[in-house]
């Protein structure tokens, strides 16, 4: 009897560890949301405006992480720790402040991470696949003076003319779209070296690497670390062949190495945690002959991007004047780009990872920081599975007793995995598909695309630190840099260190300027009254 009352035990035991992972707790009765609620009101009206400067600034930039990403994000994270998942909370969300992006291209309703990320750190809406150049500029088209005319400067320069130290980690090439925003001028944001460039224009552009090297403000980052080494001519002999490959002979890495005294140059994470940051001038690490591996299968001598992150913030920090740094969740985007669900979801947990770890080194009270994305994706969570369901599960509707993903896309390369051709069946039997637990399995797509597309909707700015507040609501993205200028008082900005507002860092009557061509009498009259006012 007491053989069968221990099994009875160890079974209900079992039983019961297994029913905690994934049941909804049994106290979310009424009391439970009325409480929740008060609570919540309470946080918000204990919350007072930071107005202090910002010292320091990081920029957290999700590359395609929308808010259908950050919600599967927030349940996946919520899920892996044992919870349901829905009342899991990413470390941004709980930001003090919160608003939205306006993400269109000026040519292009749905953008790409181009014209956004140039938006976002030159405070001037651009146009689809170029970078830090204006809406003078032709695309895949380089004209020298229309380029000078049409050349934008960004949140890089503005920081380091201030005396600021500066630097940026992504999951990408060093030399993708969005870290090369912050530095890079061309026509195409594909010609990141000399064999990507049409022979036509290679007097009239440099790459996007050499721009990076051997120009400002790319030649003054203290901190340069991402994939991306054949663009930076590294020997390497199983290059990727996804990778642009200099053809040139120039070793630009090398060359980074001795216009720089002192500076150090690293390849994987053993040597990244090894590094005198003391005694070291500039620090990059390139990681990856291309983009870095997916954070679900790379491997030890890859750096997460919260070692990244780590790092580089301890590099910056030594610069009294304070410092910028951008991080880049980069492969958000290249998942969704391949309907890889679970592995898009994954990235979103690693970036929250490098918050978290951003927030534990620095001084909230004179460190701004924003977690943000530059677009969408064409992503969605759908259908009614029951709370705690697995997000990467599968649901039904009333009615319909054929089961569907809960995330899926509208569009992709999805569609052939699922499509079958058999007369009796028109989609894949997910409920027996084995590859589903693979990292690489593709989520469903309607229809075929060799990549998924963007989404258009409006993204998520999340704040915490100085002058967080100023967003908030609906804003443009290039409203994003004005607000970084505005907290941390750059040079020749306006800010809330001197009140002056009458100066403008892009004048606004700049020869051939597109504002000025469409400056009406009255806008001109009330520009003129703001001006002696304020002078009064």
């Known amino acids: ?192 070296c000399d064999t990507s460039i049409p022979r036509v224009y290679r007097d009239c552009i440099k790459d996007i690497a050499r721009q990076l090297v051997e120009d400002a403000p790319g030649n003054k980052f203290k901190v340069i670390m991402g994939g991306g080494a054949g663009m930076l001519g590294f020997n390497s002999p199983y290059p990727d062949k996804e990778a642009c490959q200099r053809n040139d002979g120039r070793r630009l890495a090398h060359s980074w190495l001795l216009a720089n005294p002192g500076s150090k140059l690293v390849t994987n994470t053993v040597d990244l945690f090894n590094v005198d940051l003391n005694n070291t001038t500039k620090l990059m690490g390139i990681f990856a002959d291309d983009h870095l591996p997916y954070a679900a299968v790379k491997p030890p001598s890859v750096p997460s991007l919260a070692n990244m992150t780590v790092q580089a913030i301890k590099m910056l920090k030594k ?45 909230l009270d004179e460190t701004l920081i924003v977690v943000t994305a530059d677009h969408s994706h064409a992503f969605t969570m759908n259908g009614y599975p029951q709370r705690g369901n697995d997000i990467l599960g599968l649901t039904e509707s009333s009615g319909n007793k054929q089961k569907y993903e809960t995330l899926s896309y509208a569009n992709g390369p999805g569609y052939f995995y699922h499509k079958l051709n058999d007369s009796d069946k028109i989609w894949r039997d997910l409920e027996n598909d084995t590859n589903r637990n693979d990292p690489f399995y593709v989520h469903f797509s309607p229809r075929y695309l060799k990549d998924e597309t963007h989404g258009g909707e409006d993204v998520g700015v999340y704040a915490i630190g100085p002058y967080s507040h100023l967003f908030r609501s609906t804003f443009e993205q290039n409203y994003i840099a004005h607000v970084l200028a505005y907290a941390a008082c750059f040079k020749d900005w306006p800010s809330h260190c001197d009140q002056t507002y009458n100066r403008y860092f892009y004048h606004i009557s700049r020869t051939n300027d597109a504002a000025t061509r469409h400056l009406t009498l009255p806008t001109f009259i009330f520009i003129i009254l703001t001006v002696v006012i304020n002078s009064l």
């Not at 292009?108 to 204006?134: E, I």
């Open 1 to 192: 009897m007491e053989k069968y009352l221990t099994i009875f035990i160890i079974f209900t035991v079992i039983g019961c560890c297994m029913s905690v992972e994934f049941k909804v707790p049994e106290h979310e009765e009424t009391s439970f949301w009325l409480k929740s609620g008060q609570d919540n009101l309470k946080r918000v009206l204990q919350m007072e405006n930071n107005k202090n400067r910002a010292k320091n600034i990081i920029v957290f930039i999700g590359d395609g992480m929308g808010l259908s990403t950050i919600t599967s994000g927030r349940i996946f994270k919520g899920q892996m720790r044992g919870n349901s998942g829905e009342e899991f909370k990413l470390s941004f969300e709980q930001f003090p402040s919160t608003g939205f992006s306006k993400t269109y291209n000026v040519d292009r309703q749905v953008p790409d991470s181009a014209g956004t990320a140039t938006a976002m750190f030159s405070g001037v809406k651009a146009q689809y696949k170029m970078l830090g150049l204006d809406g003078k500029a032709k695309w895949n088209t380089c004209d020298k003076t229309v380029n000078e005319n049409s050349r934008l400067t960004t949140i890089a320069s503005w920081a380091q003319n201030s005396g600021m130290d500066t630097g940026f980690v992504t999951t990408t090439r060093v030399t993708h779209a969005t870290p090369g925003a912050l530095y890079a001028h061309t026509n195409n944001r594909d010609w990141e």
């Open 319 to 363: 610069n009294k004047h304070g410092f910028f740094l951008m991080v880049e969740g980069g492969k958000i985007d290249l998942a969704h780009h391949k309907n890889y669900a679970q592995l898009a979801v994954r990235e979103v947990a690693e970036l929250d990872d490098a918050v978290i770890a951003a927030m534990q080194m620095v001084n």
